[in-house]
């Protein structure tokens, strides 16, 4: 339990390209729109989170280029800090500064267009450049080595894999800020077009633009507004090697770390029975098994099983991804931020047409970043 | 101590962007484009207006909604004359040197506009000498900022 809350939340429609807006139009947006949601001014503010990629915006120092557009600004300009990373990191960093004691509120924004740059070159430059960036290995080829170590050890299969994707797209049907919603078939996803052996069209989430934002509140501010706070109740980061010949795939301590960690600070003790609802970081179609694994709710090996069985479907016991997941929409950065804005809104009840069914009291949210998910993010939101 | 060969691995990284001006942005350089003018937009709070058009005045944090034709001249508020080379990153072509970086408040705008003055010659550059917009010819503006082509300094 923190004395955290997530006051205020907005995210753009996710769409392949947006040239109706630039990063300032998307930001400025979801700002006033995060503010309105908390019953807030932009003067209520003090202090602000910009969370951007140099590489995806194609300039350096990209996180200070949109302090007018989310009003860090305002009035003469007020304190604000960058990450570089995921948006669940930049939450974070937010809870972080305010439980500093030095600032009640804070904005959190992130933004990414994967339009606009060469999501390959681009994501080819994470990796070290004496002797992984030459081989041309990238976010999806990386995924597939992953991917396959993960089937090899745990003796799963394509079909497998197949399941997540046709019940995360089916999902997305109910979610109007989807990119990617469509009923598909085993038959369609195991044809779709092969892209890097085992993935194939249909494992993999798409190029996305799009932004988002939320308000933290310290306690004392949170319980003063006209509105229901989503409390933070546990949350914890960690990172695990960045050279993938140093980490065994098919395993993910970082997250299993994070996940203990979080479920410590918010005295969860069996996550499959305590938790309602989970939003997780699904790039392509066998993460969601596997973070899921990782995140203690199954047996390592088991998720796949769940999947098929509909334990985690809309109407299952516990829905994972019931906006669509990552694999319907992807803003890279946006997508960790999106995972909290979605597990929120369904704590609150409003999540409309994706609103599952009973209550939701208690919710994870997860982030990541860097190849094949070498740090992770854990949010467990709750009433 | 033995000297021993230190490498180092070259690589010429090209990463290609497909930058969306936006609403505003938009806005501006279909103007330019098409009509030779320079827009700007006022905010409606504080007054100022601001070019390039943007979608919020940061201290006040609203939307300048008043879209305002701006004039093609105004003072040079700065200057540089820039004596090393620079390859265009729109043509990829090395631009002669020297060239003149100048920060131009156009008559009428609040902020400056930052452009090329066609003007070498410290002795005809300082601060507060009126300058104007050169613009491309019809058929060779393109909807950038370059097709202003420069400013000249008028006499």
Same mark, same amino acid.
Request: hydrophobic content about 40%.
């Given at each position: ?31 006033? #729109? ?27 120092? @990209? ?26 990191? &930049?939450?974070? !960093? ?54 396959? =170590? ?31 919603? #469509?009923?598909? @078939? ?10 890097? @052996? ?7 989430? $798409? ?11 310290? =306690? ?18 960690? /990172? ?26 918010? &005295? ?12 997780? !970081?699904?790039? !392509?179609?066998?993460?969601?098994? *596997?973070?899921? %694994? ?49 597990? /929120? ?39 | 101590?033995?000297?021993? %060969? ?16 936006? =609403?505003?942005? /938009?806005?501006?350089?279909?103007? *330019? ?10 905010? $409606? ?13 940061? $201290?006040?944090?609203?939307?300048? @909604?008043?879209?305002? %034709? ?9 200057? /540089? ?19 003149? !970086? ?54």
């Amino acid at each position: 339990m923190t004395d955290i809350a997530i006051v205020g939340m907005a995210q753009t429609p996710y769409r392949r390209r947006r040239d109706d807006a630039n990063f300032a139009e998307l930001i400025y947006g979801v700002t006033c #729109e995060a503010l309105d949601d908390a019953g807030l001014e932009i003067g209520d503010i003090d202090n602000f989170i910009t969370v951007s990629n140099d590489f995806w915006d194609g300039r350096t120092i @990209s996180s200070m280029a949109v302090q007018d557009a989310c009003g860090s600004s305002f009035d003469g300009g007020r304190n604000v800090s960058t990450v570089e990373g995921d948006g669940t990191f &930049g939450l974070l !960093y937010g809870m972080m500064r305010i439980l500093s004691g030095a600032y009640q509120t804070t904005l959190v924004v992130v933004h990414c267009k994967g339009s606009e740059g060469n999501m390959r070159l681009i994501t080819n430059g994470m990796f070290d450049y004496i002797y992984t960036r030459p081989l041309g290995i990238e976010a999806t080829g990386a995924a597939a080595l992953q991917a396959r =170590r993960y089937m090899d050890k745990y003796k799963l299969t394509e079909e497998d894999f197949a399941h997540v994707s046709i019940k995360n797209r089916g999902n997305a049907l109910r979610n109007p800020n989807a990119q990617l919603a #469509e009923t598909l @078939s085993l038959d369609q996803v195991m044809a779709s077009k092969p892209i890097a @052996s085992p993935l194939k069209l249909h494992d993999i989430s $798409p190029i996305s633009d799009g932004a988002a934002a939320v308000v933290l509140a310290h =306690r004392n501010v949170a319980n003063k507004l006209g509105r229901k706070p989503v409390w933070v109740k546990g949350i914890a980061h960690c /990172s695990e090697a960045h050279f993938l010949g140093d980490r065994d795939l098919a395993e993910a301590p970082a997250l299993r770390d994070a996940a203990f960690r979080a479920y410590q600070m918010a &005295g969860i003790e069996d996550p499959f029975a305590e938790i309602d609802l989970v939003e997780l !970081y699904d790039a !392509y179609s066998y993460m969601e098994p *596997l973070w899921f %694994e990782e995140l203690g709710f199954c047996p390592k090996g088991k998720g796949a099983e769940l999947i098929r069985l509909g334990a985690t479907a809309f109407d299952g016991p516990l829905p994972v991804n019931p906006s669509g997941g990552v694999l319907s929409a992807h803003a890279v950065l946006v997508a960790g931020l999106a995972r909290v804005i979605e597990a /929120s809104l369904q704590i609150r009840g409003e999540a409309g047409e994706r609103q599952v069914e009973g209550p939701v009291e208690l919710a994870l949210a997860h982030g990541i970043n860097g190849p094949c998910g070498q740090s992770h993010c854990v949010v467990i939101l709750g009433e | 101590m033995e000297k021993v %060969e230190l490498i180092h691995l070259r690589q010429d990284v090209d990463l290609p962007y497909h930058w969306a001006a936006g =609403r505003y942005g /938009s806005m501006m350089l279909r103007a *330019l484009r098409d009509r030779k003018v320079i827009l700007g937009n006022r905010c $409606p709070q504080c007054n100022k207006v601001y070019v390039p058009p943007r979608v919020v005045c940061g $201290p006040c944090f609203v939307q300048p @909604s008043e879209v305002v %034709e701006l004039s093609p001249a105004g003072i040079l508020a700065g200057y /540089s004359v820039v004596n090393y080379p620079f390859i265009d990153p729109e043509t990829g072509q090395k631009r002669p040197v020297p060239y003149t !970086y100048a920060y131009i408040k156009l008559d009428g705008c609040d902020n400056y506009l930052s452009h090329l003055v066609d003007e070498t010659d410290p002795s005809r550059l300082y601060p507060g000498v009126r300058v104007e917009a050169v613009f491309r010819p019809d058929g060779e503006r393109v909807g950038r900022l370059q097709d202003i082509l420069h400013f000249r300094v008028v006499d």
